[in-house]
């Protein structure tokens, strides 16, 4: 019989109280299971950066000002999630959301990738937001839609 027996676990955060949920979800499972959780948020470069240079940018050529954003989710996120003894780490990430997310998925060997239905984007013109939609399309592994 095959089971599922995940090891690894992936949570999106923007900093939108449906990530906030969805990363909840995501501890609890990791506490169950005894998998490790990695916490991830990606900001995009700012507009026009990949077209001059022409490779990602580090966090270092970026300046303080994206990654000090980063940490305010993340700290925001950590927060508002008990996280007691699980084990987990924090991941920060630069470039397009949904493709970063694949890759961390690819590069952790992950099991299992979490995220909300919606995020923090302003406009409700979709049921499921963009990052979502595209996650469920391209991650290498299960995905879990927290509503
Ligand atoms: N920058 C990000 N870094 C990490 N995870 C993210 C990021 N953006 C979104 N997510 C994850 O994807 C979930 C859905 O967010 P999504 O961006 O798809 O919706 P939205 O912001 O409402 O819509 P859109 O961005 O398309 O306007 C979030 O709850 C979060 O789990
Ligand atoms: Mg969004």
């Known amino acids: ?13 923007d900093g939108s109280r449906e990530s906030i949920d969805a990363t909840k979800v995501a501890v609890d499972l ?3 299971r005894s998998a490790k959780l990695i916490i991830v948020t990606v900001v995009r ?8 240079v022409g490779s990602p ?3 270092e050529a970026l300046g303080d000002s994206l990654t ?10 950590l927060r508002s999630v008990n ?7 924090t991941q920060e990430e630069i470039g397009e959301p949904a493709s970063r997310l694949v890759s961390v998925c ?14 923090a984007g302003l ?5 499921v937001g963009s990052v979502a939609n595209h996650v469920v399309q391209e991650a290498p592994c299960p995905v879990l839609v927290v509503p």
């Open 1 to 13: 019989m095959t089971t599922w027996d995940p090891k690894t676990v992936v949570a999106g955060v």
């Open 30 to 32: 990791a506490r169950s």
């Open 45 to 52: 470069p700012p507009e026009g950066w990949w077209g001059i």
């Open 57 to 59: 940018p580090t966090a």
């Open 68 to 77: 000090q954003a980063q940490r305010d989710i993340l700290d925001l996120v």
């Open 83 to 89: 996280l007691g003894d699980v084990d987990y780490e």
């Open 106 to 119: 690819v590069e952790t060997d992950a099991d299992l990738l979490v995220v909300g239905r919606r995020g």
């Open 123 to 127: 406009l409700r013109r979709l049921v």
